[in-house]
Antibody, heavy 120, light 111 residues
């Protein structure tokens, strides 16, 4: 069965960096795009970034562009999110989700999320 | 401010029908991009309820249905049950932003 397991979250000071991981199993990893979606405490869902197949094509939400970098290692069935210059407003639960279809497609499987708290 | 606009809350009694609207613009829903709906029970990850405007994944009851017209989409839930109490989000693609966009979410309360 499809499983997505996020890790790497924690408490970090503003301006510092953190790297999240999303380990996948139960499907052919390189055949799917993968997204990061975040949810601030008590707030709604916000799309963060997407990476496709071999990792060449990527897109980012405006709020993280230039600070976050999405990547993947198909040999390890793992996706990453390198978060630099973290801000208090980046505090959220970060989900990884599998893409179904193309850019306008939907997220058919989600992990349980890893929490990130940015605070001094 | 979300790109897709949803009402913050809706409510209904058991057995009733409720609808949740999702209003976008010419760069997302109005451009013909698919609308997808998710249900999120507090403390859990979102789950897809409707994809491609009107399609239900296997396992989702037929009480849930989706529609789209112009720059808006709607999720309808008939025969409301206590277990439907959750947050609901619409999602689409925006060509101006070159990425996925979500509605702000709607909290459904079953009275």
């Amino acid at each position: 069965q499809v499983q997505l397991v996020e890790s790497g979250g924690g408490v970090v000071q503003p301006g510092r960096s953190l790297r999240l991981s999303c380990a996948a199993s139960g499907f052919t990893f390189s055949n799917y795009g993968l997204h990061w979606v975040r949810q601030a405490p008590g707030k709604g869902l916000e799309w963060v970034a997407v990476i496709w197949y071999e990792g060449i094509n990527k897109d980012y939400g405006d709020s993280v562009k230039g600070r976050f970098t999405i990547s993947r290692d198909n040999s390890k069935n793992t996706m990453y999110l390198q978060m630099n210059s973290l801000r208090v407003e980046d505090t959220a639960l970060y989900y990884c989700a599998r893409a179904r279809g193309d850019s306008s497609g939907y997220f058919d499987f989600w992990g349980q999320g890893t929490p990130v708290t940015v605070s001094s | 401010q979300s790109v897709l606009t949803q009402p913050p809350s809706v409510s209904g009694a058991p057995g009733q029908r409720v609808t949740i609207s999702c209003t976008g613009s010419s760069s997302n829903i109005g451009a013909g991009y698919d609308v997808h709906w998710y249900q999120q029970i507090p403390g859990t990850a979102p789950k897809v309820l409707i994809y491609g405007d009107t399609n239900r994944p296997s396992g989702v009851p037929a009480r849930f249905s989706g529609s789209k017209s112009g720059t808006s989409a709607s999720l309808a839930i008939t025969g409301l049950q206590a277990e439907d109490e959750a947050d609901y989000y619409c999602q689409s693609y925006d060509s101006s932003l070159s990425g996925s966009v979500f509605g702000g979410g709607t909290r459904l309360t079953v009275l």
